[in-house]
């Protein structure tokens, strides 16, 4: 157990079925964690994780900057933006790095990604779950390769036209060479290691949707009370202990993400810049992906907030029917409820509730407002339905930072900061370059 939490990549494979013979993609991920998770299983591979780190994130940021500067070159090679980029990927990779170094001393993978609990879950779950695990490197594939080719493309076109101005030690083109490769390898760890962790986010958020989905299925059988706030409250607990362990993370994200827009903008609308896409090209990259990061958890966070909210709405229609398919043939006041074991049916009500000139496919909410449940009238009594909905009403569950709600009004207002941010900066750096 303690070589298990030691590692996000635990030792007994015993019901670890899931990374086991389960294709290339999963695999891949798996090899990946390895390299970028600080590993406390032995001596050996910490003193691997921690160097690979120190080396790639701080030693060659400070030789690149300090050393291959050219501030004397043209206008062409110059790089007026590298200390802040430098920085800000360097800040973003240590916040990865030392995070997962905290979950990987206090929990394995099983426990991290509740792999551990997974025997409990229906098939489907399983089955989707593992399929979003094995697109886990294609995703992280989508949102770095893109920038690092033309990181490359640029960091290749720099020193192949800029020889003659770029310091070396000893043979110029093995020293251009060496270097080069140091500051891709450097930027595609650092990059790599916040995505990642943005990546490990989503999957357990994509869990817990699942969860939901599923849960939303207890209101189409025939149910007990007890049941449904027993797993409601499971539901709960998860989502606490998700927010719990990313809270720090997503808030450091958050504020740091904004701080460096606000900087870039700063320096970029300076009376005394001369924006230009050889100049300001790195600004714009490490923007962007910078921003895609946060809006992968930002965006992961909302759907699962929204999904369990919308539970509650669910609840109040299943009670609404079953209210109304009960006495929908007395007047006068509520009739006491009445056990009868022939009144264990569907009862139908003469209602069209479905709109046929409406299309709600976009639309990912567990309540379909337009379709009636199936109503088992008489299995709950009204009072202890009542009671389930104003506990689902006054305990609503999503996702928190610090008590706050990652709700779709918090997403839209981060959203429309960040974008006009991010436009603005692409507008001075890409659009207006000279």
């Known amino acids: 157990?303690?070589?298990e939490a030691g590692s996000l990549i635990p030792k007994d494979r015993t019901n670890l079925g899931y990374f086991d013979n389960e294709g290339v993609g999963l695999k891949s991920f798996r090899v990946f964690l390895n390299w970028v998770c600080p590993d406390r299983s032995n001596i050996w591979r910490t003193s691997l994780s921690w160097s690979i780190f120190f080396i790639l994130v701080i030693v060659v940021p400070l030789v690149s900057h300090f050393l291959f500067l050219c501030s004397n070159c043209d206008s062409k090679h110059r790089r007026p933006y590298d200390a802040v980029v430098q920085l800000s990927l360097s800040i973003?990779?240590?916040i990865s790095f030392l995070s997962l170094s905290s979950w990987s001393h206090k929990y394995g993978l099983n426990k991290f990604l509740f792999l551990d609990k997974l025997n409990d879950e229906t098939e489907r779950i399983r089955g989707e779950y593992k399929q979003q695990l094995q697109t886990s490197t294609k995703l992280l594939c989508i949102f770095v390769l893109p920038c690092f080719a033309l990181e490359s493309a640029y960091r290749i076109w720099w020193y192949a036209t800029g020889?003659?101005?770029?310091?070396?030690?000893?043979?110029?083109y093995i020293s251009d060479t060496i270097i080069c490769l140091l500051q891709l390898s450097s930027w595609v760890y650092r990059m790599s290691i916040y995505i990642v962790v943005c990546i490990l986010y989503k999957l357990i958020c994509y869990l817990q949707v699942l969860r939901l989905e599923d849960f939303g299925q207890v209101f189409q059988k025939e149910s007990d009370v007890s049941s449904i706030l027993k797993e409601h409250l499971r539901i709960r607990r998860n989502l606490r202990i998700i927010s719990h362990r990313f809270r720090r993370f997503i808030l450091l994200s958050l504020i740091l993400v904004t701080a460096s827009q606000f900087i870039y903008l700063l320096m970029t609308t300076r009376s005394s810049a001369n924006n230009n896409i050889f100049e300001a090209g790195e600004l714009a990259l490490c923007s962007i992906n910078l921003v895609a990061g946060l809006f992968i958890c930002l965006r992961s966070a909302t759907k699962i907030t929204h999904k369990a909210q919308s539970v509650t709405?669910?609840?109040?229609?299943?009670?609404?029917?079953a209210t109304i398919n009960s006495y929908d043939d007395m007047d006068g006041e509520t009739p006491t409820y009445q056990i009868s074991t022939c009144s264990r049916q569907v009862f139908h009500v003469d209602i069209d509730w479905s709109l046929d000139d409406e299309d709600d496919e976009g639309d990912d909410d567990l309540d379909d407002n337009n379709k009636m449940v199936p109503i088992f009238a008489h299995t709950i009594s009204f009072q202890k339905r009542q009671a389930l909905v104003t506990y689902m009403e006054n305990n609503?569950?999503?996702?928190?930072?610090?008590?706050?709600?990652?709700?779709?009004?918090?997403?839209h207002t981060i959203f429309g900061i960040e974008l006009a941010l991010l436009l603005w900066l692409l507008n001075k750096t890409i659009v207006n370059w000279s």
């Open 1 to 3: 157990m303690e070589n």
């Open 313 to 321: 709405s669910l609840a109040t229609k299943w009670h609404v029917c």
């Open 163 to 172: 020889v003659s101005e770029i310091p070396y030690f000893g043979n110029m």
């Open 92 to 94: 973003f990779a240590i």
């Open 396 to 411: 609503r569950a999503g996702m928190t930072v610090y008590g706050f709600m990652m709700d779709r009004a918090w997403l």
